[in-house]
RNA sequence: GCCUCCGUAGUUCAGUCCGGUUAGAAUGACUGCCUCGUAAGCAGUAGGUCGGGAGUUCAAAUCUCCUCGGAGGCUCCA
């Protein structure tokens, strides 16, 4: 028999006979191995383990701990729970069921509609038919064949016709006495799942292939990890995550509240939250004055003829809050800033010397969106946005494009964010008609702001088809602390808006130029989101500089209540948002209070402060510092605030 | 907008499945006592048309329908 040559990611070098499978080779470099292996990579391809090797190849074993690896057992996790539904609702249409970030899920159509009371039935039911799997059998089926398998499963009828295009033949996996059409990707055997490692969570409803066009199917969603520890340990962390919550926190801490009678996605600012939405802005008043922005200010209202030209209306218009007829038109509240700004732009002539022209607002903005889709601030309709807009020429675009990038690094770096990436969005040359139709300008403008991504040595990623209709763009992604992905900030540019308003400038030889590339920039989302994303980031601990109140003083007793606000007028003085609590409790219980407050500063004064000119100063990281000078501690706040430190140090 | 789930004092929740005394608790608020040294002193008082509306019933927080609001998904997006 002929022997082929196996080199294992080690670098050492086996042989087995022609024809032996990955699997067969796992088992043999060990059991353990064996029994965890998934897939193999064969070669750098990913393959199935039944999969016969014929030649010389390299050879990795990918086992439930690589990703790879875990994907295959989520996966096979879902045909289980197939498996599991069609015994009890036999006459369901299956579709499909890909592993996902903590777990999986499967989409069916019920011909009963189930509810989330049926989970525990579907899940001892997993239980049940689960030792009676073992090995995933591949088998292969022409379109016809496999058709057969699905009566009246219009779903799956359609991936068979797309899968077996071009006569590719299918594949089916079969493990028990469930089968599906699949193109691979298990454990080598249901034998080493563990029955405890995966729970049914919730249900959502999901469109057919994600569009709304198509009819809607019930998605169950399953958490699942390689061992009962890891599941327990990752149910954990969500409901740690859960006490992070904006929405929760927001209202023990005063941000904002939300009433019925306001509406939904509409909330309302609270002083404590107004103050931290003020600090955010000044700081985004002052950077951007450092980097030579102008500030403006534009009605929340406009009329109709604007947005028409712009092209809002009627293109985005069924995200605009409907029209208000007046006896002199109709109006709209505003959803964007840039058409008032391009106005801006216009409103006298130009020069080539006026460019870049950088003109700032928070502006506050109304989005219709659909009541399903708003969260707490992370998704609301009343938008105030760190906009602005940068009027350049086609060579300015590198130089401008980039100040953004950094702008965005230094705030972020500021607020002490790490889990971000950018994601540079790209048209799509296949697909124009969804695109302004100048080939040149996408292509070149992308390759200036790809070139801008590199220079600042930022992580980012490209996805094709992702850009506005007027623009490619780049979106600052972060992660929730409960695992949901958001778009941060953005930066957009702009080839439209030089058309729809007609802007231009006078060049050097005073030639009209209509040559005005527009960028749109979000670095600080709008304050709703990004107060939401601090919220969490924060656990509600915000630092000094942001903190609605900063300090807060308890007077052991009604007699030292005298010092304690002689040192809050002190504190006053100094711009600190300070107060005192002179109730006649006990200490432990008003430090435990404003521990729950989230105080960063807590001092206490009685008779040994008073005499000492000290106060007794706990952190918010829970350590008490006795006997401080008022100066040095007044002074130490004083340069925590100026340089926006997270953490205050005494 | 669509799917699943939820809505009871300011807040967190019990009671709802299986309709039946004046709807409970904790916490917060208020009043009084306590004058207190680092995460809860003691006592009392007020606070709810059970999200809203309609229906079924002798009787509805509880069952049905509509509606408003919220959560998680889908689609969309800052």
Known sequence: ?????????????????????????????????????VLAKINGNIKDLSIQIKEDSALQIITIQDKEGLDGFRHSLAHLLAAAVMELWPDTKRTIGPPIENGFYYDFEFSNPISEDDLPKIEKKMREILPKWDKFERSEATAAEAKKEYPNNQFKHELIDEFSKDGKKLTFYKSGNYSDLCRGGHVSSMKSVQPDSFKLTHLAGAYWRGSEKNPQLTRIYAVAFPTKKELDAYLKMVEEAKKRDHKKLGRELDLYTTSELVGKGLPIWLPKGETIKREIENFAIETEKKAGYQRVSTPVLAKKELFIKSGHIPYFQESM?????????????????????????????????????????????????????????????????????????????????????????????????????????????????????????????????????????????????????????????????????????????????????????????????????????????????????????????????????????????????????????????????????????????????????????????????????????????????????????????????????IKVEL
């Open 1 to 37: 028999m002929t022997k082929i040559k196996i080199t294992l990611p080690d670098g050492s070098i086996k042989e087995y006979a022609k024809g032996i499978t990955a699997g067969e080779i796992a088992f043999d470099i060990g059991r353990r191995l064996g029994q965890d292996a």
């Open 321 to 645: 809050f409907p029209e208000m007829v007046l006896d002199d038109g109709a109006y709209y509240l505003k959803a964007m800033n840039c058409p008032y700004h391009h106005l801006i732009f216009n409103h006298k002539t130009r020069s080539y010397r006026d460019l870049p022209l950088r003109i700032s607002e928070y502006g506050l903005c109304h989005r219709f969106e659909l009541s399903g889709t708003l969260s707490g601030l992370l998704r609301v309709r009343m938008l105030s946005m760190n906009d602005a807009h940068i009027y350049c020429k086609k060579d300015q675009i590198e130089k401008e494009f980039g100040d953004v990038i950094k702008m965005i690094v230094d705030y972020y770096k500021t607020f002490g964010f790490e889990n971000y990436y950018f994601r540079l969005s790209l048209w799509d040359p296949n697909n124009r008609e969804k695109y302004i139709n100048e080939p040149e300008n996408w292509e070149s403008t992308q390759e200036i702001i790809r070139g801008v991504l590199k220079k600042n040595n930022v992580k980012f990623e490209e996805v094709m088809g992702e850009a506005a209709f007027y623009g490619p763009k780049v979106d600052i992604q972060f992660k929730t602390v409960t695992g949901r992905e958001e778009s941060m900030s953005t930066i957009q540019l702009d080839f439209i808006a030089k058309k729809k308003f007609g802007l231009k400038y006078a060049d050097k030889d005073n030639k009209e130029n209509n040559e005005v590339y527009v960028i749109h920039r979000a670095p600080l989302s709008t304050h709703e989101r990004f107060i939401a994303f601090l919220i969490e980031e924060y656990a509600g601990k915000f630092p000094l500089w942001l903190s609605p109140v900063q300090i807060r003083i308890l007077s052991v007793s009604d007699k030292f209540e005298k010092y304690a606000r002689k040192i809050n007028e002190e504190f006053l003085k100094n711009n600190l948002r300070s107060e005192v609590d002179s109730r006649t409790e006990s200490i432990s219980y008003k430090v435990r209070e404003a521990q729950a407050q989230k105080i960063p500063l807590i001092l206490t004064v009685g008779e040994k402060e008073e005499k000492n000119g000290t106060v007794a100063v706990r952190t918010i990281d829970n350590k008490i510092h006795f006997g401080v000078k008022l100066d040095d501690f007044l002074g130490k706040v004083m340069k925590n605030i100026e340089e926006k430190k």
